[in-house]
């Protein structure tokens, strides 16, 4: 993306979104609107309790379907790979359902598009927006990333199981808060710079955000911080509760809507740079989104008592400070290079200041400093 060149403004999202405790029991009703042929795209660490609910419903009413179990990255060689399995089966298929997390529903959707058929999207965390978007992250075969695949249109139907959510590990919750939090921010930066949305990438017009586009990226971040940490102690101890619901709907549509409709700009450029170095433990994209985020409000000097209010946020509810926490303490100089160079060459132009390879590498390492030294 670049400056626009336009005075169109757009938005984008999803055909349908639906949310709430135990939605996935009415799943047949939106497989009914696409067909009776159904093929469900699992994500294999889920499957051992996914795949009897699945059966349960669909064997009762004699439905054609199949179950595929998806592990492993999202790169090319397994999008390829998952193609190919999925060709033999997906002739009379009327529509592709996609259950997992990101990796398995950006796999999913690429592979939905290729074949043509519609898909249904039902996340089992609240960790990204990958369910919402029409864009799908690839990555190397090392973990580091590597471009997006800008897709025709949004997933079909788009199914929130609350109750599914909830059980999933907390840590995926907080780091959906991460990279929801985000979203605010970079979308305010890309209107100061008056700068494509990722919605100009997906359709080839220089477009910017609607007035609906600004509105929800502000209302995901009032709803982050307003409900952010008693939705964290109620996912703790496994209960749904209205905050929870909340944060659910913010991590997910709020923030997808939020950063296709207007776009990205540090915290996620710097997260992708960020990538390139193999952290001494495994991280998450909202977590590394996190941190990216303290960069950003470093190179657009925010006030220090704002950056101290979201520092004390983030150690309320467990979200990374410092670089050691996200695995990569101890960078050399030629590390940091890389994930400047990195960083550079990506969607930190969209920030309404001169960037550099310096201001990005200072960024970082300011932003370490200032987490390792911050009192609550």
Same mark, same amino acid.
Do not use: W
């Given at each position: 993306? =670049?400056?626009?060149?336009?005075?169109?403004?757009?938005?984008?999202?999803?055909?349908?979104?639906?949310?709430?405790?135990?939605?996935?029991?009415?799943?047949?009703?939106?497989?009914?609107?696409?067909?009776?042929?159904?093929?469900?795209?699992?994500?294999?660490?889920?499957?051992?309790?996914?795949?009897?609910?699945?059966?349960?419903?669909?064997?009762?009413?004699?439905?054609?379907?199949?179950?595929?179990?998806?592990?492993?990255?999202?790169?090319?060689a397994s999008i390829e790979s998952n193609k190919d399995k999925l060709l033999s089966?997906?002739?009379?298929?009327?529509?592709?359902?996609?259950?997992?997390?990101?990796?398995?529903?950006?796999?999913?959707?690429?592979?939905?598009?290729?074949?043509?058929?519609?898909?249904?999207?039902?996340?089992?965390?609240?960790?990204?927006?990958?369910?919402?978007?029409?864009?799908?992250?690839?990555?190397?075969?090392?973990?580091?990333?590597?471009?997006?695949?800008?897709?025709?249109?949004?997933?079909?139907?788009?199914?929130?199981?609350?109750? @599914?959510?909830?059980?999933?590990?907390?840590?995926?919750?907080?780091?959906?808060?991460?990279?929801?939090?985000?979203?605010?921010?970079?979308?305010?930066?890309?209107?100061?710079?008056?700068?494509?949305?990722?919605?100009?990438?997906?359709?080839?017009?220089?477009?910017?955000?609607?007035?609906?586009?600004?509105?929800?990226?502000?209302?995901?971040?009032?709803?982050?911080?307003?409900?952010?940490e008693l939705a964290v102690e109620a996912v703790k101890l496994g209960r749904l509760?209205?905050?929870?619901?909340?944060?659910?709907?913010?991590?997910?549509?709020?923030?997808?809507?939020?950063?296709?409709?207007?776009?990205?700009?540090?915290?996620?450029?710097?997260?992708?740079?960020?990538?390139?170095?193999?952290?001494?433990?495994?991280?998450?994209?909202?977590?590394?989104?996190?941190?990216?985020?303290?960069? =950003?409000?470093?190179?657009?000097?925010?006030?220090?008592?704002?950056?101290?209010?979201?520092?004390?946020?983030?150690?309320?509810?467990?979200?990374?400070?410092?670089?050691?926490?996200?695995?990569?303490?101890?960078?050399?100089?030629?590390?940091?290079?890389? @994930?400047?160079?990195?960083?550079?060459?990506?969607?930190?132009?969209?920030?309404?200041?001169?960037?550099?390879?310096?201001?990005?590498?200072?960024?970082?390492?300011?932003?370490?400093?200032?987490?390792?030294?911050?009192?609550?």
């Amino acid at each position: 993306m =670049e400056k626009r060149t336009t005075n169109f403004r757009g938005f984008c999202s999803p055909n349908r979104y639906l949310q709430g405790p135990g939605i996935i029991n009415s799943l047949k009703l939106f497989t009914d609107l696409f067909g009776s042929n159904i093929v469900f795209y699992i994500d294999k660490n889920i499957a051992s309790f996914v795949s009897p609910k699945i059966k349960q419903i669909f064997d009762l009413n004699e439905i054609n379907y199949e179950i595929i179990e998806f592990s492993g990255e999202i790169t090319l060689a397994s999008i390829e790979s998952n193609k190919d399995k999925l060709l033999s089966i997906m002739s009379t298929a009327d529509v592709l359902v996609a259950i997992g997390g990101g990796k398995t529903i950006d796999v999913t959707k690429v592979i939905a598009e290729a074949i043509n058929v519609p898909i249904i999207v039902v996340p089992s965390v609240a960790s990204t927006d990958a369910p919402t978007s029409g864009l799908s992250i690839i990555y190397k075969e090392n973990g580091e990333h590597s471009h997006e695949i800008f897709l025709k249109k949004n997933p079909d139907f788009v199914i929130v199981d609350s109750e @599914i959510i909830v059980k999933a590990p907390v840590r995926f919750f907080i780091s959906g808060i991460g990279d929801a939090l985000a979203t605010f921010f970079e979308a305010e930066a890309n209107q100061q710079s008056n700068y494509e949305n990722v919605l100009s990438a997906e359709i080839g017009l220089s477009i910017g955000p609607s007035i609906a586009a600004k509105t929800i990226a502000k209302s995901c971040y009032e709803t982050i911080i307003r409900d952010a940490e008693l939705a964290v102690e109620a996912v703790k101890l496994g209960r749904l509760t209205e905050a929870v619901e909340n944060i659910i709907e913010a991590n997910t549509l709020l923030s997808g809507i939020g950063f296709e409709t207007n776009g990205t700009a540090a915290a996620h450029a710097i997260h992708d740079g960020l990538t390139s170095i193999k952290p001494s433990f495994p991280t998450t994209h909202g977590e590394r989104v996190a941190f990216g985020l303290l960069c =950003e409000f470093i190179i657009e000097n925010k006030e220090k008592s704002f950056i101290d209010s979201i520092l004390q946020f983030y150690r309320n509810i467990g979200l990374p400070t410092t670089l050691s926490q996200i695995g990569l303490e101890n960078l050399t100089n030629e590390q940091l290079l890389k @994930i400047a160079d990195i960083t550079f060459n990506n969607v930190i132009h969209a920030e309404p200041v001169v960037i550099t390879k310096e201001v990005i590498i200072n960024s970082i390492l300011l932003a370490d400093h200032i987490g390792k030294n911050f009192k609550d």
